[in-house]
């Protein structure tokens, strides 16, 4: 019984934690074709304006990417986070208690993201942001919920176009996750498709009241306006309806580190047959504050959620999640062709298939410990599947992916 109340919270997680709608995107398709009238074009861009103002903040210094994007370094007290009405008047936080049992070894480094390898850095006392742009926004199938993933409304799983193949544990309390997360660049077919990869801490039911922490990589064109894989945050209190978003793109979590720009590509990423490249993520509550610390790499704090955004996750999470997720709007009737992790199944194993490894949680004592009872769930195992393991070096891992669309998944 217990077997199958797991399996139903999975996927009704699956439902609800994605990041754009395949509806809303073949209704946006549909408004591409349709010349808007000169007033509601006048109005959609005003807005667009007036929301471009709050978000993007005044800059100290500019850096321009060799990927096109723009780096703003801003004030890190004039971020946006502290526009949310609970934040308003605060600074950041002096950094947390690390978890015990914490190990800095064979840690990546955190010159991971394209804009950094050109030498520039932000000053210290600001933080880099990746400036949103006109085009990003009239990109978004809405331009109210830029930026905000859209709340699944349907039950069923198979018809809802979001696919997964996930690693899971439930059944306690959770205090943190850590992870190395392998990194590609998996083809998204569509402008509308994404794929991603992530660590998610969740509490909460699955009604309006979950509450979510999630970061890793995602692949998403609509969002970002390219095929680039790229660093994200994201966060919600109230199972996406009103509240959180992506990265900064509203007030929310809290930037401390000058060298990391959240939303921006990383580079370098995995080959097959070639180099691997991974990113090691840690998410854990401090125990002092209680708020949720993002660290990246080797000691690199990214930043926080104020615990004061939760409701559930005030205290701790019931389930954490690692994996990969698709979204498929069945081009010309069948299957997509959008990739999931390196494109390949979970079988091909290192060098070829994507992984997470050496995952392990953090507990009530703030320490770090193995994960134990791990699970794993493919929705659609033709598509996209995972395979797990344990071992001296990487402890609890799992390879995961696939192609989509092949002979097994017309």
């Known amino acids: 019984m217990s077997s199958c109340l797991n399996f139903t919270f999975i996927f009704t997680l699956c439902l609800l934690s994605s990041c754009f709608s395949s509806s809303a995107s073949l209704h946006n398709a549909t408004d591409e074709n349709v010349t808007l009238r000169p007033q509601h074009a006048i109005h959609k861009l005003k807005l667009i304006r007036e929301h471009l103002q709050k978000i993007n903040k005044p800059a100290v210094k500019t850096i321009q990417s060799p990927d096109g994007d723009t780096i ?161 945050t994201y966060w919600t209190s109230d199972a996406y309806q009103a509240t959180g978003c992506y990265n900064l793109l509203c007030s929310g979590f809290i930037q401390t580190n000058n060298r990391i720009a959240i939303g921006a590509a990383i580079s370098p990423v995995s080959s097959y047959k070639g180099g691997q490249f991974d990113i090691s993520l840690l998410i854990w509550k401090d125990p002092k504050h209680g708020h949720w610390w993002l660290q990246f790499g080797s000691g690199t704090l990214v930043g926080y959620w104020p615990v004061s955004l939760f409701t559930h996750l005030m205290e701790h999470g019931n389930m954490v999640q690692f994996g990969g997720e698709i979204v498929n709007t069945k081009p010309g009737g069948s299957h997509t062709s959008t990739q999931m992790g390196s494109g390949h199944f979970a079988g091909e194993g290192f060098g070829k298939a994507s992984y997470f490894r050496n995952l392990e949680m953090v507990d009530w004592d703030n320490t770090l410990i193995p994960t134990s009872n791990l699970r794993v769930l493919a929705d659609h195992p033709n598509c996209y599947d995972i395979r797990g393991g344990v071992n001296r070096v990487w402890g609890n891992y799992f390879y995961y992916g696939g192609p989509g669309k092949n002979s097994k998944c017309p």
């Open 72 to 232: 703003d370094c801003v004030p890190s007290h004039h971020q946006p986070a502290f526009d949310h009405p609970l934040l308003q008047g605060q600074r950041p936080m002096d950094p947390p208690e690390m978890p015990k049992g914490y190990s800095q070894e064979n840690e990546s480094h955190e010159d991971f993201q394209l804009w950094s390898l050109t030498g520039e850095s932000c000053p210290e006392g600001t933080i880099p942001i990746r400036r949103t742009t006109e085009q990003d926004m009239l990109r978004a199938s809405s331009v109210r919920r830029f930026g905000r993933k859209i709340r699944r409304v349907r039950r069923d799983s198979s018809s809802n176009g979001h696919e997964h193949a996930v690693g899971y544990v439930s059944g306690s309390q959770y205090y943190g996750a850590k992870a190395s997360v392998n990194v590609w660049t998996p083809r998204v077919s569509s402008q509308y498709e994404f794929s991603l990869s992530q660590i998610w801490v969740i509490a909460g039911s699955f009604a309006d009241d979950l509450n979510t922490i999630e970061a890793g990589w995602q692949v998403s064109p609509e969002l970002y306006g390219d095929t680039n894989p790229r660093f994200f």
